[in-house]
């Protein structure tokens, strides 16, 4: 029977794919319309000849200042006497090919897409092959969009601001807390997605005329990704202060040394070709209006993409921040500043009257759209018809493939975290389970939610995971919805969990507790959840185990103290196969390997205003600092928690005692500065001209003493000399995943970069590296690096 309709649905899935292929021979209707389509393909600018600057000036010039202002929006007009089609600039794709751009449609052949895990659990895995290969998923799930006309080219993700607040509702979107994680993503996501897979495209059509772009193959782009949002942006809605009006207050430290960081990183090491610019002030400036932040991403990290505004962010200039005293003006500080486009309308309707009053030139739009349509030539759009394109072989059998199920599935599995297992509780033996009730409001929803979230192509709810484990699976959600405003479902959850064997509680967060423009007020479990969960700890045969979703922290303390809580799992929103992870975990088929990429705080942070932006503690007036950096509270759980089925041991096996840093190429005004600085006890990383050259390696060893095969991730902090104000407690200057089989051992090696990694800044903004000893902590291992002149 099973082997039957296996055949059925192959025998029909080459038929679908046949059917599918004669389509795109046949009809140019899958495509979307591109420019320097016959007859309009004589123009210089579709010549692939000549170099993409030129190509960009000659379309340039051959536009009106109305036709210029067109291009000024995310939803660009179609301008038919050049044969240019309108072109829509937002997609979206943080974890997956998302509905909430206006470019995305589920409407055409492909009806859904690979939903993975949202980024705050892949950031968990701590595993970057796993994260260069989602991006590569997504880009190559975004170009067989594309082919269907169903989206951009140009995506709006990652999400790379750092999760200052625990409160923040958009916190989930991002690798979490620590600025080297949120970098090494960044830069792995932005090169994934962006680049061009030569073996990806193989077999394709175009053939000999690939030659022709060799010269400019360094530039070309497979599709466009986006930093976002610049800068400091962890703020959605707190009391009267929302995203909209709120004046970020920054100190020159912790813009240097957190905000900036990540942004740094996304364009200088990751190449992006886009950076979106924040609805929020920085210092007083709106982030679209401010020329000098957004010109120093030009002139010092040599960004050449564009800059995008958030939606509608040139209006909040006006309408929130009452920083012009018109909306021309709003436009006009936005485009020089150097915001190539607003998305929305904003810059459509107000810039022709500010080009008239004088407050825009023409050239102030011409390097707007220099920058928009070199984007634009290196991904090809302007390159003829994409059906012969470098890209022309994805199509809708490239999407929602196994391959690409099997890697969310891996994902899910690879970040879930362990938070508590007392007893060794979990793994569950499956024979001893014949009937085991499964509680809670996200038991049995029906979407894999988390933001940004697109179609999946065949999600599976939490609950379905255990279907093939267990003969007998109940559930009861207990609560009407994650609100739980109300017990009356109790009575259901308790009748099925005392006829059970054992009893799972799945609850948390949903997107009704956090979200965009909504933050949490409380860290509790929301409503009647923790009532829940207590009250069928009191009553269940055995212990009970709890399954946190959401991707804010949760203050949990009181399951974390209850024995009758054994074990607690983070999943946050485990994607579309995350049901499946989890139960592999809890019965003993995956050992779990995730940590937390960030601080899980007590109910007590929420007394700290969120409008506070500073990152180091202030003693002064009993400030407690944010994140594992500077919090000097005592946190639930700290950043890098995560427990496993078996245990491991790491050793050094080598690390350098004493680092001298040589100032042999420095000019003599230079030493005379450094000198000063060192008698200090510190120096100027920017000083030190050849930093670089005292990389130094630490070789570890992971030994796996238990009997089950697991993952470990690998964090080498540093703790600096205290000597300095402003320095952080520790810092993570490296970190790795090894898989190691029971009873063996596996060795690593991380390159740590003592100017990159090891440096913090000081209170003017500037990158220092202390004079003295550092304190390298792997798991409870400590060594001493002396670092000296
Ligand atoms: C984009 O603009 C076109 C007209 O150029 C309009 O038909 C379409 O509805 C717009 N799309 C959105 C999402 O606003
Ligand atoms: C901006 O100005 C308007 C009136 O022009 C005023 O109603 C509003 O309160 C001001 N907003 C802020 C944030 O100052
Ligand atoms: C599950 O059902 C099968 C078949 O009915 C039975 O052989 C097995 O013992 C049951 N397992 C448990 C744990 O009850
Ligand atoms: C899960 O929810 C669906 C409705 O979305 C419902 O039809 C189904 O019965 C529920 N499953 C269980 C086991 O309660
Ligand atoms: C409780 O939640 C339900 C469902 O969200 C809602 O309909 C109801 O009005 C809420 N009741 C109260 C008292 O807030
Ligand atoms: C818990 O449930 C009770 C009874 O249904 C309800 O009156 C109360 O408002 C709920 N509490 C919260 C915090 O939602
Ligand atoms: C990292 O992810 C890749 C891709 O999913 C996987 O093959 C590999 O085993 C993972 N590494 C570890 C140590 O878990």
Known sequence: MIKNSTIHFLFLFILLNILVFNVHLTKSKPYPKFPCHPPHHKYDFCNKKLSIPTRVNSLISLLTIDEKILHLSDNTSSIPRLGLPSYEWWSESLHGIGINGPGINFDGPIRGSTSFPQVILTAATFNRSLWHSIAKAIAVEGRAMYNTGQSGLTFWAPNINVFRDPRWGRGQETPGEDPMVISTYAIVYVKGFQEVDLKGVEGSGGGGKRRVLEEDDGDRLMLSACCKHFTAYDLEKWGHVTRYNFNAVVTKQDMEDTFQAPFRSCIQQGKASCLMCTYNSVNGVPACADKELLDKVRTDWGFDGYITSDCDAVATIYEYHNYTKTPEDA????????????CGTYMLRHMKSAFQQGSVLEQDLDRALQYLFSVQFRLGLFDGNPAKGQFAKFGPQDVCTSKNLNLALDAARQGIVLLKNDKKFLPLNKRSVSTLAIVGPMANVSS??????????????????????????????????????????????????????????????????????????????????????????????????????????????????????????????????????????????????????????????????????????????????????????????????????????????????????????????????????????????????????????????????????????????????????????????????????????????????????????????????????????????????????
């Open 331 to 342: 436009v006009a500080i936005a485009l020089k500043a150097g915001t190539n486009i607003n």
């Open 448 to 789: 894999p939610g988390g933001t940004y979230t697109g179609v999946p192509c065949k999600f599976k709810r939490i609950l379905e995971g255990f279907y093939q484990h267990v003969n007998r699976t109940l559930h009861a959600a207990g609560c009407l919805d994650v609100g739980c405003n109300s017990t009356a479902g109790f009575q259901d959850a308790i009748s099925i969990a005392k006829e059970a064997d054992y009893v799972i509680v799945v609850a948390g967060l949903d997107l009704s507790q956090e979200r965009e423009d909504f933050d949490r007020y409380s860290l509790l479990l929301p409503g009647n959840q923790t009532n829940l969960v207590t009250t069928l700890a009191a009553i269940s045969k055995k212990p009970i185990i709890l399954v946190l979703t959401g991707g804010g922290p949760v203050d949990i303390s009181f399951a974390e103290k209850d024995p009758r809580i054994a074990s607690i799992l983070w999943v946050a929103y485990p994607g579309e196969t995350g049901g499946k992870a989890l139960s592999e975990i809890i019965f003993g088929y995956q050992n779990p390997g995730g940590k937390l990429p960030m601080t899980w705080y007590l109910e007590s942070f929420t007394k700290v205003p969120m409008t506070c932006m500073n990152m180091r503690a202030d003693p002064a007036n009993g400030y407690p600092g944010r994140t594992y950096r500077f919090y000097t509270g005592e946190p639930l759980y700290g950043f890098g928690h995560g427990l496993s089925f078996t245990s491991f041991s790491s050793r050094l096996l080598s690390a350098p005692k004493r680092l001298s840093l040589s100032l042999a190429k420095s000019n003599w005004k230079r030493s005379i500065l450094v000198q000063e600085h060192s008698r200090l006890g510190y120096i100027h990383v920017d000083e030190v001209p050849s930093c670089s050259l005292s990389q130094f390696f630490i070789h570890i060893s992971v030994s796996n003493d238990g009997d089950m095969d697991g993952s470990h991730v690998v964090l080498l902090f540093s703790r600096v000399p205290q000597s300095i104000h402003g320095a952080p407690q520790k810092q993570l200057v490296g970190f790795d995943r090894l898989h190691v089989p029971a009873r063996e051992s596996v060795e690593t090696s991380l390159l740590v970069d003592p100017c990159e990694f090891l440096s913090f800044a000081n209170d003017q903004g500037n990158r220092i590296l202390a004079l003295g000893e550092y304190t390298l902590v792997l798991d409870d291992i400590e060594h001493v690096v002396s670092i000296e002149m």
